[in-house]
Nanobody, 111 residues
Framework: QVQFVESGGGLVQPGGSLRLSCAAS????????MGWYRQAPGKQRELVAR???????QYADSVKGRFTISRDSAKNTVYLEMNSLKPEDTAIYYC?????WGNGTPVTVSS
């Protein structure tokens, strides 16, 4: 079964940027949809963005225009470029695909 390792999280000031990476243990070409989800303290896990095998992307309304999901199939890696970060983006960010989850990477947006 595929495994995912997220990286790139950290502490950033409001308005700043981060790029998250999700490295898969095998090819992601056959995975129908790769997604980034997040879970803030006391809240349910929610979809942030997904990229489908055909290249179509989907975003939560709260991140449209600020976040961009992409993939590098040669590196078996999916990225989440996050710009104009807000305190409400603070959460643990998880990678998902093929019904499997990574362990997450924390993002804190604070001054």
């Amino acid at each position: 079964q595929v495994q995912f390792v997220e990286s790139g999280g950290g502490l950033v000031q409001p308005g700043g940027s981060l790029r998250l990476s999700c490295a898969a243990s095998r090819s992601i070409l056959t995975i129908y949809a790769m997604g980034w989800y997040r879970q803030a303290p006391g809240k349910q896990r929610e979809l942030v963005a997904r990229i489908f095998s055909g290249g179509k992307t989907q975003y939560a309304d709260s991140v449209k225009g600020r976040f961009t999901i992409s993939r590098d199939s040669a590196k078996n890696t999916v990225y989440l470029e996050m710009n104009s970060l807000k305190p409400e983006d603070t959460a643990i960010y998880y990678c998902n695909g093929d019904s499997r989850w990574g362990n997450g990477t924390p993002v804190t947006v604070s001054s």
